[in-house]
């Protein structure tokens, strides 16, 4: 549910609606053919046309939503009605988050770039209409680009991969193969986790996030995601997935200590 730091739920009304929605366009690709998504061995997209025609108009609002939630101060409707208020505020926003290529205030020539660029004009001044608070705010414009990258390019991205034969973190099994295959015989203590070993050699990066892997739960012995949103995106699905691992809540509770 969207909710501001150290505040309550929110309650829009619109909120499960367009959850609903999204649920209901997964399930579709699920058992549309082709399928557009697989559920073995858990959720991965396999069609990008799918997710653009499809996931993406929902994820648009919800991305809205949470938006006028954090960023953008409600402004009251002249009829009174709350709720269709914030459905038009929902929609605007989304219709700038749909769209691609980013809003500048300089002008282009004719052609596919400045169609865009006119259409993107109009939909900002939608925006503006609505929320005359929007107007001239770059920060709230920051916060809505970054918004349209993360639904048009980087979650699609990120679902499209394989949990532990693409992408995840490295565990202790890893760390002791890597020993072996480096000839390294030294014996470590019982109560000894590799993970804490590593740590003092590793970036940390590959200590706490996720990893490229080159085959089904070999993760590469050096290489980083390059792209600080991916990595993000798939630090969260690799945690989702795999949970903490036991160095992760040692050191958890040593830090709570402190």
């Known amino acids: 549910s969207f909710q501001k730091s150290g505040s309550t739920p929110s309650t829009f009304p619109c909120e499960e609606k367009y959850r609903k929605e999204l649920v209901e366009r997964v399930n579709k690709g699920l058992s549309d053919t ?23 108009p929902p994820l648009c609002k919800l991305a809205a ?22 459905e038009k505020q929902v929609e605007v926003i989304a219709a700038y988050l749909y769209l691609p290529g980013k809003w500048s205030s300089k002008r282009h020539a004719l052609g596919p770039v400045g ?15 609505i ?19 993360w639904v048009r390019t980087v ?23 890597w020993k ?6 030294e014996k470590m203590r019982s109560d000894e986790d590799p993970l804490d070993c590593y740590e003092f050699s ?10 490229p892997f080159t085959g089904k739960d070999v993760p590469s012995s050096a290489a980083e995601f390059s792209s600080p949103e991916v990595l993000v995106g798939m630090s ?19 830090r709570l200590k402190e």
């Open 180 to 185: 072996r295959l480096n000839g390294d015989k």
């Open 34 to 56: 082709p399928t557009a998504f697989t559920s073995s061995p858990h959720l991965v997209l396999l069609r990008k046309d799918f997710y653009d025609s499809d996931i993406l």
């Open 236 to 254: 969260i699905l690799a945690y989702w997935y795999d949970g903490m691992r036991e160095a992760d809540v040692s050191k958890m509770i040593s």
């Open 202 to 211: 590793a970036p940390v990066g590959r200590r706490f996030l996720a990893v």
């Open 115 to 129: 169609k865009i660029q006119h259409d993107l004009d109009k939909v900002v001044a939608d925006i503006e209409g």
């Open 131 to 149: 929320l005359p608070n929007m107007e001239g705010n770059g920060a709230i414009y920051g916060v809505m680009n970054l918004a349209r990258q």
């Open 155 to 177: 979650l699609p991205h990120c679902i499209s991969k394989r949990h532990r034969v693409e992408y995840g973190l490295i565990k202790s099994p890893d760390i002791l193969r």
């Open 65 to 86: 939503l949470w938006i006028i939630n954090e960023q953008v101060p409600l402004t009251s409707t002249t009829d009174g009605d709350e709720i269709r208020g914030i």
